[in-house]
Structures are given as C-alpha cells and as structure tokens.
C-alpha cells in the first residue's frame, strides 16, 4: 500500500472462492504442505488460541467461538480466523455447525487487504491436513478407508483422500444417525463410482475395517479402544476426543500438528499429561518434523499410528494466502473501501 492509496480491502464470498478452485484439495494440500514446513523451520508467530465459550463449563464441547492468530514467512502475510461452533446447528437451525471469516493483514502497514469466508477454508485445510499426514503415516498402497461422522467435515475429507490417492477401493462409513451416513455414501458414488461404499451398522465394525481411519465427530468423550484398531492402521483424529487414552500409549507412533496446542482444554493428550502418563518426549513428532525429514514417518507396514491434530492459525493463513493471491490474479472478489 502506497502513501496515495486509500485503504481497501478485497471481500471472498464460498462462492467466490469455489470459482477459485476451492472446493478442491489441490490447493490445500500445496499450502499446508507449506505451513507444516514453516512450523517445522519455526517460521512463524501463532499464540495460543483462545476459547470464547458463553456457556461457561457447562455447555456442549463444541459450543465455543475460536480466535486463531498467525504470521507466517518473511515478510509474509498476518491473519486471524474467527470460528464459531454450535452442535445442535444443524438439527435445531438447518445451518453447518460451524461458520467463519477469515482476515488478512499485510505486515508493512498491518493493515487489513482481505476477507473471507472461512468454513469452507477451514474444512478444507483439515482435509489437507489428513491427505499430507496419510503420504507420510498410512500403509503404502492402503485401499481401505474409514469415517465415523459423515457431516460436512467427513465429506470434505473423504473427497479429498479420494482426489489424492485413487488407489482407494473401499469406504466404511458410521454415523450415530444412519441416514447422515446413507446421504454421504450416495455424494460418494457420484462422484467416485470406482468405489465402494459400505454403511456400518456399528462403529466398531467401520473402525475394524479401516486402514486409514477419519474421525469426525462432535464427540465429548472417547469411544474408541485400541482393541478395535486393526495392526498397520493410521489414525487421523480429526475431532480430538474419540480415542481412548489407552490408543496414545499403546500406539507405535503420536504424531501431532503442534506440541503447545494439543497439549490444552484438558484433551485427551493434556489428561494424559496432568495425569502424568505422557509427555513431550513420548510423542514421535510434531507432522512438520515428518514433512522436512527431521523426523521419520511410518517405517513399518504393522505400525499403528496417531495423528492428534489439533489445527493451526498457520494452516488456515497459509491457505487463505493462496486463495487471496488467486484472486487478486484473476480479478475475482469484491474491493471495499475501509473509510
């Protein structure tokens, strides 16, 4: 931004950035890529995320609204995503559990150059998450793949695993509600038919089946032993509470996205922790040491391992990042003016 150049900022619409290439896992999985290799280099700045929860203690788990600050690269760019979570959202009010905005600041003025919608980003750069975690930690070749929950997230992740890896046979899907699992089974046959798709009747017997396994759920408590785990399995815990403490000293690997983030809001790791079960030296590695070679992934095709990622400010900033530059390229987006 020049001294002559009143101060603007560019607005993406979900719309705007599908037309962006969005809604597909190319772009995410490049940009977390990135990310997990600036964490790994510790180039960037990402404070503790802090929980709004206006319920207090006594509401539901995901009942909270999230601030997630982040700077990445040199100079970079700063952002904050702001998300916000009810889980009685779809049932109760037809709308996604979650919604967020996505803000871009550039680092010479500190100014603010863009907004975004965030859900899709946010999803999405989950997704990516596991789709990068399962190069590195799932079974070379798997072919069998396992989501408990079939919402929105599970979508997105089951779409992009298939994207990345087309040696996929065969999807196991659970849902506490069967028709949610029935609806996702079908968006997969669409856009997928090589793959088969099979709704479990219970949990334990997707779990059982899966090589690599996906939680996403609005889990408030484990449910998941380490008996149903079959040997060579990977993990990816996308929603943090559905595995039992036993998985995380049992596993042959635990893996997280950031030691100081997982290691809160009394979560199945921080338990542990407080409970002194487990600490920092027991965990194999952060999945940034992974990505750069720092550290090793899966060296055995029997080794059960667990990735716990919590999400980084800096996977989102990452994505938003590429996302904004696309625009900015292809002229997309509506320009504001911030007086």
Not at 9 to 36: F, M, Q, T
Not at 69 to 80: M, R
Not at 256 to 275: A, F, G, P, T, Y
Request: aromatic share 6%; glycine share 6%; with cysteine.
């Amino acid at each position: 931004m020049t001294q002559t150049q009143q101060p603007e900022l560019l607005y993406l619409s979900k719309r705007d950035i599908v037309e962006l290439g969005g809604d597909h896992s190319n772009l995410y999985v490049a940009a977390i890529e990135r990310a997990l290799t600036l964490h790994a280099e510790k180039n960037f700045v990402q404070p503790l995320k802090p929980y709004l929860r206006s319920q207090g203690a006594d509401g539901h788990i995901a009942d909270r609204i999230i601030a997630m600050p982040a700077h990445i690269g040199n100079p970079g760019i700063s952002g904050l995503k702001w998300v916000g979570s009810k889980h009685d959202n779809p049932k109760k009010r037809g709308l996604e559990r979650a919604s967020a905005l996505v803000i871009l600041n550039d680092p010479e003025t500190n100014y603010p150059v863009a907004v975004m919608e965030g859900s899709l980003i946010s999803g999405m750069r989950t997704a990516a998450v596991t789709v990068v975690a399962s190069k590195h930690l799932a079974k070379p070749g798997f072919t069998h793949v396992t989501s408990i929950g079939c919402g929105v997230i599970a979508k997105m992740q089951l779409f992009s695993m298939i994207e990345q890896f087309p040696q996929i046979k065969t999807i196991h899907l659970y849902d506490v509600f069967p028709e949610a699992a029935v609806k996702l089974s079908k968006a997969i046959r669409q856009k997928a038919p090589e793959v088969e798709v099979e709704c479990c009747d219970t949990v334990e017997a997707a779990v059982k089946q899966g090589e690599v396994v996906i939680t996403c759920t609005v889990a408030d408590k484990p449910y998941i032993p380490y008996a149903w785990i079959q040997k060579g399995a990977f993990i990816s815990n996308v929603s943090i509470m559905d595995v039992h403490k036993e998985v995380y000293l049992q596993a042959d690997k635990v893996v997280v996205d950031d030691w100081e983030q997982s290691n809160r809001e009394k979560k199945v790791i921080n338990q542990l922790v407080l409970e002194g079960r487990f600490s920092r030296e027991q965990l194999h590695a952060e999945l940034g040491e992974i990505v750069v070679g720092r550290k090793p992934g899966r060296e055995r095709d029997d080794e059960i391992i667990l990735l716990n990622p919590m999400g980084m400010a800096i996977e989102d900033i990452a994505c938003a990042e590429q996302i904004y530059r696309e625009a900015v390229k292809k002229q997309i987006g509506t320009k504001l003016s911030l007086y």
